[in-house]
């Protein structure tokens, strides 16, 4: 589990950066969810104690299955 701790908005231009990427089309909205931000020491100690599963997308599978790749994925690949 990634934590940003964003202490008086430290990485505020980053994390702005981040859902630019995303609201660009320049990759998929799932990986906002690969990291948490928070604002305070206190907050990092929630976030890693949360019981929240972390979706991280499979971008080797992801990629294979695309158009662009289409027809090209070996047959005793197993993408399941």
């Known amino acids: 589990h990634i934590v940003i ?3 008086n908005g430290y990485y505020d231009h980053l994390i702005g ?3 630019r990427c995303v ?3 320049f990759t998929n909205e799932l990986f906002l969810r690969l990291f948490t931000v928070v604002d305070s020491v206190d907050g990092v100690i929630e976030a890693l104690r949360s019981e929240d599963d972390v979706i991280m997308p499979d971008k080797m599978q992801e990629v294979l299955l695309s158009s662009r790749f289409a ?3 070996p047959e005793n ?3 399941k």
């Open 5 to 7: 701790v964003n202490l």
């Open 77 to 79: 690949l197993d993408l």
């Open 71 to 73: 027809g090209k994925v």
């Open 23 to 25: 609201a660009d089309g």
């Open 17 to 19: 950066q981040f859902r």
